[in-house]
T-cell receptor, first 110, second 114 residues
Framework: KQEVTQIPAALSVPEGENLVLNCSFTDSAIYNLQWFRQDPGKGLTSLLLIQSSQREQTSGRLNASLDKSSGRSTLYIAASQPGDSATYLCAATSGSRLTFGEGTQLTVNP | NAGVTQTPKFQVLKTGQSMTLQCAQDMNHNSMYWYRQDPGMGLRLIYYSASEGTTDKGEVPNGYNVSRLNKREFSLRLESAAPSQTSVYFC?????????????FGPGTRLTVL
């Protein structure tokens, strides 16, 4: 059974700082790894999806990497802004299921 | 397009009461999903429906029933609510031909069972 873990559970940084969110998964037989953003009272929005054959994906100030052999993915956020404050979840696709991590609650202080 | 909509947004129940959470999508998607999100546990799949008239159990189906009466709507029913079902419930849908990872989420229903 796939298990996905995210560290840290919460993170508070000053505006402008670069930061890394971590995600680990137990079963390396994944199709892809996806990062979502969740704002309070809202649903989830997909940010980046890395196929199992890829090593990383970039979108603007976001960069996600995938290392299947070690069962790890990271989300790098450059030059963080207060608008980046949200909960970030990673999810691994294996079989016909998405398995989610617990999320990291990010606060970027002005 | 409204995307995926859920009603109600908030609900408080007493133990033993029943209720139905409603979900609708206007994107002509085939697959629909129900998840629950608990603090410190991420989202867990309750039930899913690959197409109209079909439903399958997910990771945590006990205490729930679902109905997929048409392509647009997928409802989740709690027959006898328990405090352990206090959670935030999310509905999601996937376009035709898309893999499981392409899911569009609704805003959620926050349910409290006293």
């Amino acid at each position: 059974k796939q298990e996905v873990t995210q560290i840290p559970a919460a993170l508070s940084v000053p505006e402008g700082e670069n930061l890394v969110l971590n995600c680990s998964f137990t079963d390396s037989a994944i199709y892809n790894l996806q990062w979502f953003r969740q704002d309070p009272g809202k649903g989830l929005t997909s940010l980046l999806l890395i196929q199992s054959s890829q090593r990383e994906q970039t979108s603007g100030r976001l960069n996600a990497s995938l290392d299947k052999s070690s069962g790890r993915s990271t989300l790098y956020i450059a030059a963080s802004q207060p608008g980046d404050s949200a909960t970030y979840l990673c999810a691994a696709t294996s079989g016909s299921r998405l398995t989610f991590g617990e999320g990291t609650q990010l606060t970027v202080n002005p | 397009n409204a995307g995926v909509t859920q009603t109600p947004k908030f609900q408080v129940l007493k133990t033993g009461q029943s209720m139905t959470l409603q979900c609708a999508q206007d994107m002509n998607h085939n697959s629909m999903y129900w998840y629950r999100q608990d603090p410190g546990m991420g989202l867990r799949l309750i039930y899913y429906s690959a197409s109209e008239g079909t439903t399958d159990k997910g990771e945590v189906p006990n205490g729930y029933n679902v109905s997929r009466l048409n392509k647009r709507e997928f409802s989740l029913r709690l027959e006898s609510a328990a405090p352990s079902q206090t959670s935030v419930y999310f509905c999601a849908s996937s376009p035709p031909g898309a893999s499981t990872d392409t899911q569009y989420f609704g805003p959620g229903t926050r349910l409290t069972v006293l």
